[in-house]
């Protein structure tokens, strides 16, 4: 057969017996490379605005992001003696003299400010620390050798080894405190890493919320888009364009406005509570909550997640010629069967699509929970954004939450891709 | 022509215990919009095992009537019958046709072997079964080492065999197929008409094959049926359709066709006088029209007329206008009676090479070749 016999030969074309040169002997490919030189230069040149813009307004403010979020200079910039003595203390006991002077060094170095940040720092770890050291500070130039015992005359809280072991611990410049503190952990005591207390434990909690929150989100996504998103595939043009401006209608009205038809709509005294009290479903007491709470945040970003899910289905559904079903029920398979069989996996590269595009959308979202989110309804989001107005320590926190929440959704990114392989997706 | 390779008879062989079937059209009529009606009141019966081709210009209704056979679309009127079943209720998986499809419809998602095993799997049939009746199919149309690749890793001339390998591969005893070549490059379907044509003949299945392609239906078909405007213009073996058209529009449609109109001024034994529009007068046999004093267009293939024969039944002159050579023939265009497009396809012997541009020559032929039609606007 002519097309059969046809492949042994360009098989033999493409394995030759030595490697391939130009009609002057020079290798191929090298030949190829230079010829593509200026095309490849010219297209680089191209991209290099954009390149140089997410450099400067994302790449290096993740990387400042993460290096902030684990640094901790105070103890070893602002008690440089005291570090430097404090190394080689076995922990055992009190330390020797020579930290005691070298504290006292530094406390006569230090100005108010800078001993001001490290005593909030290590009282943060520990309470009670800012008061003993600000008051050794003032009396700091009355200090006479030897120094342990005329720190030890001023507050007795520096006879507490718990505080020589913290100063030591945060001498280190970097720190997993933040991420410990993310995480509901922190340091005991003693120095050990131990799980906060269950009435603080609050981000490891959120976090589980987030992901089976946006989870639900997706899936109930799926749920409303995939038929969407098939009939808008099938219908005639004229009909599925007006639909298609539907879909996309969430897309051109302000967040805000959203936001307040859905308060509308559910709060008690709304739109659905009346019709469900009219209609003697539920009675004037039992008028069901369903914003300010984790309803609110998952009915709200479903309606306003929605086209991120239909676009890429429907941009694959569309594809997809409707000569495969009727071939597959002219073999004899019920219409359900053939839409399992041979519609539904030919739709995967958009239902992936489209679960990523949700997911992490849904993950990373601020505004929606914020406002119709309540309590029990919030994302991390609003964590990490409450957070970023405290103290310099819970910038820090809230630094630390957010690179755990990147580092999640670049390890779900990761899975995605084995699982399903990005390169199969169509976003449209 | 005919490939070297043809699959052989013991190759061919699915094991058929049941022939083909029969099909019946009886009174089927549609309408998409209730407005037109793209199929009128279509009568045809099809015996079982025959080769069937519904042949028309797209728009005629030829395709809708494969897909209402096959249950795609509902007759707006009328009963489709299988066997002298009526199948009109019958949703398209019940029916056990196959068919192949315009564009293959391979699923793109499986492999070759995976789509052949489809309509087995769907029947509930065991693995080992499955595997045996598949590599058969394979066999029948020589790919048995492609089970294990994709349709697109596949040339068109391969899909459209797996495409065909397909539909026969659970054994129905129809199978349609709606322009099956209409994506091969011309050499490529030549190839796959005879393969189709050997592979009806050696199974015996009925087959109903659509196309607007004249060639593919005269080299394949038992009998083919003409389409035009919702309507079966003729219903006939091929060589009756090129021999005898029953209608102009049949005429023009199939083959090269020469038209000369004029009324009817005489009916003589069998054979009728026609006064062309420009006065002469010549003999036609009445084929389709309504007797003395009616319109008619006379059709005339070019191989049937001669040149400088003046001993020919009707002779007529004409002025040669353009001569183009195509080595076994001489296509030659000449002015006849008012037809300037009158082609002559004269033999390539010696006769022919006096020939000449702007020449004025007597053109001829018997009475029985000149077919007095229904009469079409000029």
Redesign the interface.
Known sequence: ????A?VPGAVAAQDPSGPLTTADGKPLKQALRKANAKARRNALLLVLPLFAFLLITYTIPIVQMMTRSVSNPEVAEYLPNTAAAIADWDGSDLPSEDVYAAMVADLNAGGRSTIGRVAARLNAELAGVRSTMMGAMRDSDEFQAPYKDALLADDDDWADPRLWKLIQRESRTLTPAYYLRALDYEYDENGDIVRRPEYLQVYTQTFWQTAWMSGLITIITILLGYPVAHLLATLPPARANLLMILVLLPFWTSLLVRTSAWIVLLQQEGVINDVLVLLHIVDEDGRIRMIYNRIGTIVAMTHILLPFMILPLYSVMKTI?P??T??????????L??HL??YM??TVPGLAAGVLLVFILAIGYYITPALVGGESGIFISNLIADRMTGSLAQLRLALALATILLVGVLVLYWLFNKLVGVDRLKFG | MCAIDQPTGDVLSLERETPGAAVKFDGVQKSYDGETLVVKDLNLDIRAGEFLTMLGPSGSGKTTCLMMLAGFEPPTHGEIFLDGRPIGQLPPHKRGIGMVFQNYALFPHMTVGENLAYPLKVRGLSKADIKAKVQRALDMVELSAFGGRRPAQLSGGQQQRIAVARALVFEPNLVLMDEPLGALDKQLREQMQYEIKHIHENLGVTVVYVTHDQTEALTMSDRVAVFNDGKIQQLSPPAELYEAPKNSFVAQFIGENNKLSGQVTKMVNGHCEVTLDTGAVVKAAPVNVDGEGARTTLSLRPERVTIGDTAAETTLGGRVSELIYLGDTIRARLAVEGNDEFIVKVPNHNRAVSLKEGETVTVGWATEDCHALDPIAT
């Open positions: 057969m002519t097309d059969a046809a010629p000569s495969l009727r071939a597959a029920r002219s073999m004899g398979a019920t219409p069967r053939a069989t041979v996996p030919l």
